[in-house]
């Protein structure tokens, strides 16, 4: 999706598929203002969304996962623009999620927050997000647990629950690692012991389990 010779309502119609209609008239105003070559990908295990400087004659590029649900794609678009706003000022003269980054995505958040764009389940975990935002709104427990009650019906494992839904002591099975005892959290993990072997292993928070 390239602004080249592209209406501003064509943006938005295009961008409606994957985000709210409002959310879609901001970045739509972003593409048309920045000049930005947008992208909707495959999806990508590692990231949800990808900034690329100007380079080679090219100008700004922005991908972002087609598979995303229509809120998890407007933070991850305000996420991506806002380190070409950076890029723009600084170049590559400041940390890519300092704090030049995070009051920009900050600022974006709140815009968004101001047109009403995030359902009523989702305010309060933007709100946190917006005021100590990072690197990944996967390593926000609250608004990552809020935000996949609105993913794709195809992307919606029923059997599952979050290893942080847990208490302490429970077992559960990891696909297909073997049977954990969760013992205690440490930060964004838990120390879980293995019941076959006794060896100790951090698991990440928000990994999907299945309660045995």
Known sequence: MSQNNVSHQ???????????EKAAQIFADW??????????????????????PPQRGHGHKISINHSLNPYQFAITFAHEVAHLVVWDQFQNKVTPHGKEWKQQFGHFLQLLLNQN????????PV?????KPSASSGNDIQLKKA??????EENIDSDFVFLDDLSDGDTF??????VFIRNKKLRKYYLCTEKLTGKQFRINSLAKVSPV
């Open 31 to 52: 593409i048309l203002h920045y000049k930005i070559h947008v992208k909707i990908t495959k999806d990508r295990k590692t990231r949800l969304g990808d900034y690329r």
């Open 10 to 20: 064509d943006i938005v119609d295009r961008l409606s598929k994957y985000t709210p």
């Open 147 to 152: 935000l996949m009650k609105y993913d794709k």
């Open 117 to 124: 764009i995030f359902p009523d389940d989702l305010v309060d």
């Open 173 to 178: 099975t990891l696909e297909n690692h073997g």
């Open 127 to 131: 709100s946190h997000h917006r005021k």
